[in-house]
């Protein structure tokens, strides 16, 4: 089945201890790339990535870091987490046709 | 800055059709319009788009209106689990970046 996977689906940590959220997909997309959805603001994108080795910043890119080494991964490493990364995160990735599919979710609680 | 304009929630009843209206009076010649919906905080989820021509597929019908300012999305015979937020949202061919709005918030009675 295609899919995007992310883990985890859940995570509560303290701030400051560095944390990865991963994402794979299956697809074998060139594009892929991280949003946060906090209510009344929509999605955000963080980064995104054209292919292996290219990333760049999106509109939030802030405390975030990304890293593209193969095809299908995509992980987010947040390397100081403070509470105001407190937020819904997906990844995403597309490939020539059609629209984007995302991930199930992540949902981040920085105390 | 979302380019599209949705009203904010909308209701429909089980089995009949939802339409769901979106602006886009800024449009240009190159954006496609595309639509996706997020059922609860699931991920969004691909429905849909076009460029100038009607479209339609296993999940809905996208009518574009002529001068491409505007679109209802059409979901034929809606079910409960079509509950969701349905976000429109115009794209550049070559720009893959996607901006999002707040989308409309449909909830389908029994």
């Known amino acids: 089945e295609a899919q995007v996977t992310q883990n985890p689906r859940y995570l509560i940590t303290v701030t400051g201890k560095k944390l990865t959220v991963t994402c794979s997909q299956n697809?074998?997309?060139?594009?892929m790339s991280w949003y946060r959805q906090d209510p009344g603001l929509g999605l955000r994108q963080i980064y995104y990535?054209?292919?292996?080795?290219?990333?760049d910043k999106g509109d939030v890119p802030e405390g975030y870091k990304v890293s593209r080494k193969e095809k299908r991964n995509f992980p987010l490493i947040l390397e100081s987490p403070s509470p105001n990364q407190t937020s819904l995160y997906f990844c995403?990735?597309?490939?020539?046709?059609?629209?984007?599919?995302f991930g199930s979710g992540t949902r981040l609680t920085v105390v | 800055d979302a380019k599209t304009t949705q009203p904010t929630s909308m209701d429909c009843a089980e089995g009949r059709a939802a339409n769901l209206p979106c602006n886009h009076s800024?449009?240009?010649?190159?954006?496609?319009v595309y639509w996706y919906r997020q059922i609860h905080s699931q991920g969004p989820q691909y429905i849909i788009h076009?460029?100038?021509?009607?479209e339609t597929n296993e999940m809905a019908s996208l009518i574009i209106t002529e001068d491409r300012k505007s679109s209802t999305l059409i979901l034929p015979h809606a079910t409960l689990r079509d509950t969701a937020v349905y976000y429109c949202?115009?794209?550049?061919?070559?720009?893959?970046?996607?901006?999002w709005g707040l989308g409309t918030s449909l909830a389908v009675n029994p």
């Open positions: 995403a990735s597309k490939g020539i046709n059609y629209g984007y599919t």
């Open positions: 697809m074998n997309h060139e594009y």
């Open positions: 990535s054209m292919n292996v080795e290219v990333t």
């Open positions: 800024t449009i240009s010649g190159n954006e496609y």
């Open positions: 076009g460029l100038k021509n009607n």
């Open positions: 949202i115009v794209r550049e061919g070559n720009n893959r970046k996607l901006i």
